[in-house]
């Protein structure tokens, strides 16, 4: 009887692990990441869709984002995956409680499309889920279209969404070629070991992809090589109220970037360009590094390995530019060179070009750097026919380098926009631009003390990151927006603009990159301001009645006398600008009296007065049918007073100065004479509190400064 008793549980328990083993075991042949095609532009995997929801319901960033059009239809799916949860408690169980990934890829047609990839594990769950499904979609007007390859069809009015099941893996995309691409990758990876699953979200970026996305639908901003000066970057995410914090990790694409290979193997340093850079930034890029002496070195080596074409041909004009000015051209630029080169992208403003750049190099002393650029400069004007056209500003001299393709050396094509730069000194730093505005708009900046160092938000965000990195991005999406618009295709714009504001909302990106044995370790982190769209809007309002006053305190409207004309008797001169030609008399080599200034038409477009070589008295500038534009009072070379006109008379702008700088009661107004804000300027800066009106007279807003 006892051993009859022993013989059936025996057997129990054997049909029960037979039961499991058939039913109810790990079916995971297969993880999520096997089925994900090598050419994903990103992917996002999460533990489970319920927890991607429960963090996204409750999170003041999303609450905000959900209402913009781009958001409203991923709003509306993850509202009904949870309803349908809600109303099936057994598909929470299948489905949205299952690891799941989110990828996007690059179709053969060129067009993008998502992949959904989920792990059902077990083989109840696959095998329920099946039955479950029909039952399922029957009450939404949903129907199933099975195929002879295992590829179902999944059809509502005139969607098709594509699925089938890979063993343990619920595989679904709009488009077919990409369910199928992802069924022979899984075949292709069969061997490979199944991974365990994160408890956060993680997100993958490959940035070859990304490059490609970006230089075919925004190509005015990007370029596919700049781009991919990375490979890829493995991120946990962490969703916070105000901010989103990205941590992890980035592999370096040394095949397309010499200066990222060098500094990989450097030590990192501390940045400073926030001292010099205005806070009209759109986005920066810093390389630090502890000796520019070792990194030369590693860019030489790296260089002269990875590109042996490229470099002899560099080497050889080089040394052919060596021998015709009789100096070592690259000793004289680089040995003043400091700890820190940062390329800054300056706010798309006014007539600025589209491909705008400042080249910023931190100088370990500041007097020699001068120097050195000094000698090289007169060198380059005693044995070519190079006209300087030196532009003064403010006490800063801005000069010309003719010197071709020499920026090369520091990063491939990352610096080809820097062909016979413009140049300046500010601070520590020299600046180099292919636009002599640019660098006049940063003087003023750095003179006002509107840096990023003195602003309070851009502070937030660098606490939050390390100091201590060799490369740091950071970006604007405010000042940024205009280049974005602009070099999408026009068809994009619209879109573009209905969600505006959810762009503006991620006002302030942060990312550093600090070298961990070959690897960078990553860290981002996106700044959101409810209140960034209405603070853009008023920004707008004032760049666009500020633009002209802005323009003529750069001294755009006024001639620059070289030194040579100077000590010359000259007493009728012309002088030429990119826009203008100025007209007048000298004395003693400087301008007296009035000058006109007249536009590339020849039209007159201004006259200025002067006195002993400074503006003195009421300049007026004209529109292009000789109405008044703009009155402009100056006082021994100081404006003292601003008023702007609209084309048919009405008053636009009224402005008050002291000492040259903005002080004083400010006024704009509507083209039907009507008061559209107020408020007052100290020492060059907005302060107090301004007040913004309806066209009725009525209050709209304040905005203290």
Not at 16 to 32: E, H, K, N, P, Q
Not at 316 to 334: E, G, H, R, W
Not at 369 to 394: C, G, H, M, W
Not at 517 to 536: C, H, M, Q, S, W
């Amino acid at each position: 009887m006892k051993k009859r008793l022993i013989i059936l549980s025996a057997s129990v328990v054997l049909i029960a692990v037979l039961v499991w083993f058939a039913i109810f075991r790990d079916a995971r042949r297969y993880s999520i990441n096997m089925a994900i095609p090598a050419n994903a532009l990103f992917i996002v995997r999460t533990p489970s869709f319920n927890n991607v929801y429960n963090k996204l319901k409750p999170n003041t960033i999303w609450q905000s984002l959900k209402d913009y059009p781009y958001f409203q239809e991923y709003h509306r799916n993850i509202e009904l995956a949870d309803s349908l949860a809600g109303v099936y408690p057994t598909l929470r169980s299948l489905v949205t409680d299952r690891p799941f990934a989110l990828s996007c890829h690059r179709l053969p047609s060129g067009k993008y499309d998502f992949l959904y990839v989920c792990d059902l594990q077990k083989l109840n769950v696959i095998k329920t889920f099946e039955d479950f499904l029909p039952a399922l979609i029957k009450d939404y007007g949903l129907r199933i279209s099975k195929q002879p390859n295992r590829i179902n069809r999944l059809l509502y009015e005139n969607y098709i969404f594509y699925y089938t099941f890979q063993d343990n893996l619920l595989i679904g995309s709009l488009s077919e070629e990409l369910v199928k691409e992802s069924v022979k990758t899984c075949e292709d990876r069969k061997k490979q070991k199944t991974e365990n699953y994160k408890n956060d979200i993680t997100l993958y970026l490959n940035h070859r992809e990304l490059g490609h996305w970006l230089g075919s639908d925004i190509s005015a901003l990007t370029d596919k090589n700049e781009t991919a000066f990375l490979d890829s970057t493995f991120l946990s995410v962490n969703l916070k109220n105000e901010e989103i914090v990205f941590t992890g990790c980035s592999l370096p694409d040394t095949a397309y970037s010499p200066i990222l290979n060098a500094i990989k193997s450097i030590g990192g340093g501390t940045s400073h360009i926030k001292e010099i850079a205005g806070d009209n930034t759109a986005s920066y890029l810093s390389f630090c590094y502890s000796s520019f002496a070792d990194l030369k070195k590693a860019l030489t080596d790296n260089y002269r390995t990875q590109n042996p074409g490229q470099w002899n041909t560099y080497d050889a004009s080089l040394q052919k530019l060596n021998k015709f000015l009789k100096i070592d051209v690259l000793d004289i630029f680089t040995s003043w060179i400091g700890n820190e080169i940062a390329l800054i992208k300056p706010e798309c403003a006014g007539e600025q070009p589209m491909q705008t750049v400042i080249l910023a190099i931190h100088s370990k002393d500041i007097d020699y750097a001068q120097d050195q650029l000094n000698y090289l400069s007169e060198q380059i004007r005693l044995r070519t026919p190079v006209k300087f056209r030196n532009i003064n500003y403010n006490g800063y001299t801005i000069n010309y380098l003719s010197l071709k393709g020499f920026f090369r050396l520091f990063a491939g094509g990352l610096f080809d926009r820097l062909e016979k730069p413009y140049y300046t000194i500010i601070g520590d730093y020299v600046l180099f631009s292919n636009s002599p505005a640019a660098l006049t708009t940063t003087i003023k900046k750095y003179i006002l003390g509107q840096t990023l160092a003195n602003s309070e938000k851009y502070n937030v965000l660098n606490t939050q990151l390390d100091n201590d990195s060799n490369i740091q991005l950071y970006v604007n999406m405010p000042n940024l927006y205009r280049y974005l618009y602009l070099s999408i295709p026009e068809k994009s714009r619209k879109e573009l603009n209905s969600n505006r504001n959810a762009a503006l909302s991620f006002e302030q990106f942060g990312m550093e990159l600090t070298q961990d044995e070959g690897l960078f370790k990553t860290r981002i982190v996106a700044r959101y301001n409810l209140n960034a769209p209405e603070d853009y809007e008023i920004k707008e309002i004032n760049e666009n009645f500020e633009q002209l006053a802005d323009e003529i305190e750069s001294g755009r409207y006024l001639p620059a006398i070289p030194d040579s004309i100077l000590i010359s008797t000259l007493t009728d001169y012309t002088w030429e600008s990119e826009k203008f030609i100025m007209k007048g008399r000298l004395k003693d080599g400087a301008p007296e009296g009035f000058w006109n200034i007249y536009n590339r038409n020849n039209r007159l477009a201004g006259q200025v007065p002067f006195d002993n070589g400074k503006a003195n008295g009421l300049a007026r500038l004209f529109y292009d049918n000789d109405k008044l534009k703009a009155e402009i009072e100056y006082d021994r070379g100081n404006i003292k007073t601003y008023r702007e006109y609209f084309p048919d008379g009405i008053l636009r702008t009224e402005l008050e100065y002291r000492r040259g700088k903005r002080h004083g009661t400010a006024h704009f107004y509507y083209t039907t004479g009507h008061l559209l804000c107020e408020g007052k300027y100290k020492k060059g800066l907005r302060s107090g509190t301004w007040h913004y009106y309806k066209v009725t007279g009525e209050n709209d807003k304040k905005v203290k400064f």
